[in-house]
């Protein structure tokens, strides 16, 4: 029979030895799990969670509401205004209302003038010219909600030289205007990209993709598919980072883009 001492000291030796083989096996089992990703490494987790379920949140809200006629984009006709011609006679010739073309070309008044480039058809109007000026006109690339903005972003705390359009994975990504496919493949913080030469000095990038589905040196319709939405390269969920270079520069996609989708 063991003393109260004795027993003592055996419950202590058993729990100091059980105490042992399960510390090993908790740095073991528990160790990798506490390691941060070094994608999440400098967004902080419950911000990053509460983003996506709101991102999430806003793409039910945003979606369904959205017109299905992005999915069989068709290039707007384009008209360069003779001597002669009337909003009246380009209605007629082109069987369209009066209205319909004020409101594709922004007009307040029924004035136009000869040489000026007008959008005579429903669709995308896309690279126009008017004197000696060149006026750009997307198509949004995908159907989603802007996540992100052109501008200085408080998270990252760096310039955003872009437009960021959420959307699941594998959601198609459109050319956003007719052109070349200069570059397809991956890049840095780009992930799997597009970049594509529209001439007229305009081109355009997609990042982040998923899958890629032309190769450098194809030419693409406005509205094509050309790759999927993902999270490749620096994201932190799935979306499409869109950049428009205009002669070298970056600009605000925003500007080049249709109010509505
Ligand atoms: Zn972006």
């Known amino acids: ?26 740095v073991a089992g528990g160790g990798p799990l506490l390691q941060p ?22 793409l039910r809200e945003v979606t369904p509401t959205l017109p299905e006629a992005r999915t069989t984009v068709t290039r707007a006709t384009m008209h360069v205004v ?5 909003l009246w006679s380009l209605a007629q010739q082109y069987s369209v209302s009066v209205a319909a073309l004020k409101q594709w070309n922004s007009l307040r008044n029924n004035l136009i003038k000869v040489g000026q480039t007008l959008q005579v058809s429903a669709g995308q ?8 000026s060149t ?18 972003r408080t998270r990252f705390e760096k310039f ?36 594509l030469d529209h001439g007229n000095g305009l081109k355009t990038a997609y990042g982040h993709a998923s899958k890629l589905y032309v190769k450098r040196g194809q ?5 094509q ?8 390269g620096f994201s932190t969920g799935p979306h499409v980072h869109l950049e428009v270079r205009i002669n070298g520069r970056l600009v605000n996609p925003a500007t080049v883009l249709p109010k509505t989708r």
């Open 225 to 232: 598919r050309i790759a999927a939405v993902g999270s490749t």
């Open 135 to 152: 006026s750009y006109q997307l198509l949004w690339p995908v159907i989603g909600t802007v996540s992100s903005g052109w501008g200085y």
């Open 160 to 195: 955003h030289y872009g437009l960021d359009i959420a959307a699941p994975t594998g959601t198609p990504i459109y050319a956003a205007c007719a052109g070349v496919v200069e570059y397809a493949g991956w890049k840095n913080g780009y992930g799997y990209c597009v970049f």
């Open 82 to 86: 003779q001597k002669g011609d009337t």
């Open 1 to 26: 029979m063991l003393n109260k001492r004795q027993r003592f000291l055996t419950a202590v030796a058993i729990f100091c030895s059980l105490a042992l083989c399960i510390a090993p096996l908790q």
């Open 37 to 58: 990703s070094p994608r999440l490494e400098e967004v902080d987790l419950a911000s990053y969670l509460r983003e996506q379920q709101l991102a999430a949140a806003r």
């Open 125 to 132: 109007p896309l690279i126009s010219r008017s004197g000696t």
């Open 219 to 223: 030419s693409v319709e406005a509205g």
